[in-house]
């Protein structure tokens, strides 16, 4: 896989996370702890997608 192949995916993958953090936080009995982990993915995704387009 390229490069830019894998760094798509990883953004992919973030906006796919993005969908999901936005419907469970519109959920009314939505649970913190499930929001706290798909923030906490979505911000990992991020900082992995910013690492590889510095780097190369």
Do not use: F, G, Y
């Amino acid at each position: 896989m390229s490069m830019q192949a894998h760094v798509a995916e990883l953004e992919r993958r973030h906006q796919a996370l993005d969908k999901e953090l936005k419907a469970e936080m519109a959920h009314p009995a939505s649970s913190e702890m499930r929001i706290a982990e798909l923030k906490r993915r979505k911000l990992h995704l991020k900082d992995e997608i910013n690492r590889l387009k510095t780097v190369h």
